[in-house]
T-cell receptor, first 111, second 118 residues
């Protein structure tokens, strides 16, 4: 079946880089996504990557995809206190075409 | 993109009652979905709301418990029926402009409805 896992918590200092990791099991995934959820808010799509790419950069965000290991990461450069949120990895299942979400990683940015 | 509003934003309900959550989008969308996010957990798809026909439910969710309406391309409701404390969750509406079988459908999410059942 489809399963997506993330570490639960990451703490960084303001100005440092953050790296949030995600693993998934569906080798036929088409797209992989990173969403951000701030307290009391819905989910905001940050970025996505097509499964035949291995890297995508968008301003402070860098997504790395290792399809062989089914490993996805999100790097946030120069992390700010406003980046504190829960980050969800999601994959679009190749068979079902549905979004499968990871467990979410709480990023805490210390001033 | 799409701007999605949900009503109510939060509610506290008594066991055995029902609550209807509304989702309004500022533009016509192809697909509308309802998700549940239980405390400290990830998002689980409840159902896909289909315009003019019955919703498509995921495994573990049934129409009697979660009736859904979608009368047009911009509005949907989810009812949580005969509530118990286990239904305490955030319920999120999500939309996309793509077709069901399209390999890329950017999904936008509403702010969620935080439900507490006593």
């Amino acid at each position: 079946g489809e399963d997506v896992e993330q570490s639960l918590f990451l703490s960084v200092r303001e100005g440092d880089s953050s790296v949030i990791n995600c693993t998934y099991t569906d080798s036929s995934s088409t797209y992989l996504y990173w969403y951000k959820q701030e307290p009391g808010a819905g989910l905001q799509l940050l970025t996505y990557i097509f499964s035949n790419m291995d890297m995508k950069q968008d301003q402070r965000l860098t997504v790395l995809l290792n399809k062989k290991d089914k490993h996805l990461s999100l790097r946030i450069a120069d992390t700010q206190t406003g980046d504190s949120a829960i980050y969800f990895c999601a994959e679009r299942g190749g068979a079902t075409n549905k979004l499968i979400f990871g467990t979410g990683t709480l990023l805490a940015v210390q001033p | 993109s799409a701007v999605i509003s949900q009503k109510p934003s939060r509610d506290i309900c008594q066991r055995g009652t029902s609550l209807t959550i509304q989702c309004q989008v500022d533009s016509q969308v192809t697909m509308m979905f309802w998700y549940r996010q239980q405390p400290g957990q990830s998002l689980t798809l409840i159902a896909t709301a289909n315009q003019g026909s019955e919703a498509t439910y995921e495994s573990g969710f049934v129409i009697d418990k979660f009736p859904i309406s979608r009368p047009n391309l911009t509005f949907s409701t989810l009812t949580v029926s005969n509530m118990s404390p286990e239904d305490s969750s955030i319920y999120l509406c999500s939309v996309s402009f793509g077709l069901r079988d399209s390999t890329y459908n950017e999904q936008f999410f509403g702010p969620g409805t935080r439900l507490t059942v006593l």
